[in-house]
């Protein structure tokens, strides 16, 4: 064998024996003792150049020297940690807290690029209690029927005054609340099963009864209001008499939300009689949902106190306290008009409002302490109301799009046999089972005490962005019947809804651009906080240690990803362990590939952008997409397990998986692709793409099984639209189209008589109107069978029909013109909204000594 053979079979010897050490990251000690055998083998059987020998001897030595923490720390970290403190990026306190907020879990795992899959599948499936099973089927059964979007959108603009009182008497605005202060407590997962439901009926209802169980006043009060705070508001928000909004947005602080200038100054004043330390507050804020009827206000300002009333310092920044609505200055009660969709929702503003001190939520300690209340708070609730939200809708447009789909012929067929609309509804049907997925798993970890930050915020933008593509398909497929508005359009207002979850609580370019991976990259990351927390220990010595620490296996990790991206790559995973032994056990190793790929891609693209990556926006948007992607397909994953793995389901469970890791394959290359510096992108495209873009998205013969699944009656339609409003009664379009689409399969065998009769020539009509009489006259059909038909034409015909209108009634009364807006923005008709205000203070006092 000739000597380059043999260095050629070394090589490969000690790269394939390297490459398996950081595969299965193995520890650094033991890599040495590994790497000191083989070289040990080759200076013995296999050298034959002195010089090369002795390169490699060095190279080891500076390995084994590693292993002695002494000698490392003084001689790489030290100035390896000098060297980082001038590359830290600035960060503000706000962007401190809103990183530190929530805690890390599932994302976590993704971000290690080694996923320890038992964290996921050992989560108990959620389940809903006896008492919270029976408020979804009571209750919120009962609200359902009682809503009529037409009716509250078109006529009203809000809803009736029977539906706000039911709400109430429910307690639908205490599902957060403990049952000691009066409330339901129902667990996340109930709390989201509800909004689903109600948003497959009403935007208009999900998006009221949403917010209070939110980010609002009662979350505020519980997780940080004093004894006397919750005692004095929680029973009051939890029987409804107390309408609470929370206010942070104003003219000029949107996106940027921390830059309100909102003011409060502490100062003395007249309170009741007495004068006291208060605060007066200056405020102008905008698009608050349940404004314009709140009585309790949740308010964000930046708190000073010039003159050292509470303390040294002069200024508190961001503070949340609640005020009464009738607080003397406060102004609320004129309404914005959200696309059409009239949930109550407004602006507010207050000049030289005196509060008292106590007013703060959780007194006065927590002056200052506000970002961080509300940060916390989110990387919980985003997770819940607009995702769910968008699931109930997406199961809406699911259940109503497979069924009118089947039922509605052209060119002699049901348009669902188009090819064209049949992709239209695998996207539906795929998209609700992703939403599905992410809000059941996610709101199950919450329940089980977790606060997922980066997951919250995954669900926020996708969820809210599927839903807009489940709407926009959905108007589609229905054509004409979408696009009339009227009693009988089920589609429209939904589809209007969609850009307000796209906007609220944090518009999604945003969350997109900023949020997803600019909070996960720190905050999920299994070193770059632990690096970060240590470079800014005020103890030097102690800082050192974990910062040694956290960077020596930062560097383990980096490496170890090198060597996973590679050959899982190379491999397709094939290879590599999954949890389970099932039909979807390569789908687990599809997202351990690219788990690795994006933890690789994270590493490089901090280490060469450092601080820039937080400007480079679309590069960190597509990493965030990656990340999202292996987020939703696990939660997917674990959904069907959840559900029982039922084998009929598969289809869905294939199409999301291959449609999320196609997104994911598609926005890494684009990452690389865009990366400014290129030799590092080369470098990195051998480790991620060796085989190039191999992953495909769903094929046209699977998204066709998947059309078939929401177009068929059956029990996977049912689970998928399991929390939509769906029941058999008039005036719900939903258990009308469900009640058809059985008759359709019923009647099959008859309409494929009269098809084919036609076809034959012996029926001359074209149209089954026509042709049922003909047939029966004719002997095709009985007069039994005939009658089933007609009865069965009538349905069709009537889940089809639109809504047209005499000219007039379609004429509104000239409204109120809006208040004029000042340069600045902001609302300038505090009189008139005073003087409403006036009258639902009395409305508000009378109804108080009712009940009393
Ligand atoms: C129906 C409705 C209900 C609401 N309810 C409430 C409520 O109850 N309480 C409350 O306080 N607020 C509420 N909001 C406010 C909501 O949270 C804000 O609208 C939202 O934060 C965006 O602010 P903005 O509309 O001023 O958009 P802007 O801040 O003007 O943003 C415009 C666009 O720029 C993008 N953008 C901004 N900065 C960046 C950046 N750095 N990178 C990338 N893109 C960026 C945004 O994503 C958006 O697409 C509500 C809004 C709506 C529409």
Redesign the pocket.
Known sequence: MSSLIVGVLWFLLFAAGGGYLAYKRISLRSSTLAAGAALLAYSLFGAANVIWLLLLWVLFAGMVVINFEDIRREKITRPALALYRTLLPSMSDTEREALEAGSVWWDGELFSGMPDWDRLTSCPAPTLSDEERAFIDGPCEELCRMLDEWDIAHRRADMPAAVWEFIRQHRFFAMIIPKQYGGLEFSAYANAMVIAKLASRSTTAS?TVG?PNS??PAELLLHYGTEEQKRRYLPGLASGEEIP???????Q?????AALIDSGVVCKGDWQGEEIVGIRLNWE???????PVATVLGL?FKLYDPDHLIGEREEYGITAALIPTDTAGVVTGRR?Y??T?P?Q?GPTSGKDVFVPLDYIIGGREMAGKGWKMLVELLSVGRAITLPSSAAGGGQAAAYASGAYTRLRRQFNLPVAKFDGVGEALSRIAGHTYIMNAAVSITSGAIAQGEKPAVPSAILKYHCTELGRKVANDAMDVHGGKGIMLGPHNYLGRGYMAT??AI????????????IIFGQGAIRCHPFVLRELHAAQDSDEERGLREFDRALFAHIGYAISNLARSFVLALTHAKFSRVPLATPTCRYYQNINRYSASFALASDFAMLTLGGKLKVK?LLSARLGDVLSSMYLASTVLKHFENQGRPAADLPLVEWSVRTLMYQAQEQLHSFLRNFPNRPVAFFLRCFIFPRGRTYSAPSDELSRKVADLITQTGDSRERLCEQAYTTLEPGNPLGMLEEALRLSEELAPLESRLHKSHKDGVLKNDYLGYQIDEAEQAGIISADEAGALRDYHARVQALMAVDDFEPEALVRPAAEEPAKTSARGGNQAPKKAAARKKTATRRKSASRKKSS
């Open positions: 998006s917010v980010l609002g909004c929370f206010a942070l947005t104003s003219p602080a949107g996106s940027d939300a804020k905008r698009y608050i949902t349940l404004a964000a914005h959200p696309l969709i949930f929702n850009p307000i906007t609220v609580e944090g518009a999604n370019i945003l969350t997109r651009s900023l926006e």
